[in-house]
Antibody, heavy 120, light 104 residues
Framework: EVQLVESGGDLVRPGGSLTLSCSAS????????IHWVRQAPGKGLEYVSH????????YYADSMKGRLSLSRDNSRNTVELHMSSLRLEDTALYYC?????????????WGQGTPVTVSS | EIVLTQSPVTLSLSPGERVTLSCRASQTVSGNYLAWYQHKPGQAPRLLIY???MRAPGIPDRFSGSGSGPDFTLTISRLESEDFAVYYC?????FGGGTKVEMK
C-alpha cells in the first residue's frame, strides 16, 4: 500500500522558517516525482513545488519562489521542503503528493497533510 | 500560465441524480492532459480521472470524464451519498477553483 506521511508543520512567526518532511513507502520511490500542494483555510488547492524522480529538477510556484528549497533522498525514501521568510498567506495544510505512472502531473496518492500556521 | 474555471461553484442535489461538472481551460494543452479529484473534509484528495476520460484504479464506473481542450466535463451518473464532496479539475500545475456538490 502506498503511503505518504508528512511531518514538520507548526506555528511559526512571520519571517520564520520551517522544514516539512515527507516519508514514502509502498512503491519504488526513485521512479516517481514528488509534489507539494497546499490548501489555505477555506480555499482551494494550490500547487507549490515538485522534484523529479532523480532529484535533478525542481520547480517552485511564483508565490513562494526564492523562499523554498526542495530536496529528496532516494536511499531513505524521503523528501524535505525547506520554507523560509514565511508570510501570513502561507498558512495552509501542505500535502505531499506522488506522481503517477500515467503522467508526471497526475497525482495518484496524497498524504494526509501537515498544517503550517504563520501568525504573530 | 493555465487558468482553469470550474462551474458551477456549488450544486445542491439529491442522491440518485445525475451530476455534470464543467471545467474550462484558458489555453489548450496537448494530449488532453486533465485530471479530476474528489476532496472530502478531513481527507486527502482522491484522483478520479486522468487523461480527461480515464478512470483511476478503483474508481466506480458511475464517474466518467469527457471533453477536449478547452472544455472538459466530469459526470456522475447516479449520485450516491458518499459522493458529496468538492471536485477539482487540474491541468499540470493549475487547479480549478472547485465545485462543491452538496446535499439538497
Amino acid at each position: 500500500e502506498v503511503q505518504l506521511v508528512e511531518s514538520g508543520g507548526d506555528l511559526v512567526r512571520p519571517g520564520g522558517s520551517l522544514t516539512l518532511s515527507c516519508s514514502a513507502s509502498g512503491f519504488i520511490f526513485s521512479n516517481f516525482g514528488i509534489h507539494w500542494v497546499r490548501q489555505a483555510p477555506g480555499k482551494g488547492l494550490e500547487y507549490v513545488s515538485h522534484i523529479s524522480s532523480n532529484g535533478r529538477s525542481t520547480y517552485y510556484a511564483d508565490s513562494m519562489k526564492g523562499r523554498l528549497s526542495l530536496s529528496r533522498d532516494n536511499s531513505r525514501n524521503t523528501v524535505e521542503l525547506h520554507m523560509s521568510s514565511l508570510r501570513l498567506e502561507d498558512t495552509a495544510l501542505y500535502y505531499c503528493v506522488k506522481g503517477s505512472p500515467w503522467g508526471f502531473y497526475y497525482f495518484d496518492s496524497w498524504g494526509q497533510g501537515t498544517p503550517v500556521t504563520v501568525s504573530s | 500560465e493555465i487558468v482553469l474555471t470550474q462551474s458551477p461553484v456549488t450544486l445542491s442535489l439529491s442522491p440518485g441524480e445525475r451530476v455534470t461538472l464543467s471545467c474550462r481551460a484558458s489555453q489548450t494543452v496537448s494530449g488532453n492532459y486533465l485530471a479530476w479529484y474528489q476532496h472530502k473534509p478531513g481527507q486527502a484528495p482522491r484522483l478520479l480521472i486522468y487523461g480527461a476520460s480515464m478512470r483511476a484504479p478503483g474508481i466506480p464506473d458511475r464517474f466518467s470524464g469527457s471533453g477536449s481542450g478547452p472544455d472538459f466535463t466530469l459526470t456522475i451518473s447516479r449520485l450516491e451519498s458518499e459522493d458529496f464532496a468538492v471536485y477539482y479539475c487540474q491541468q499540470q500545475r493549475a487547479f480549478g477553483g472547485g465545485t462543491k456538490v452538496e446535499m439538497k
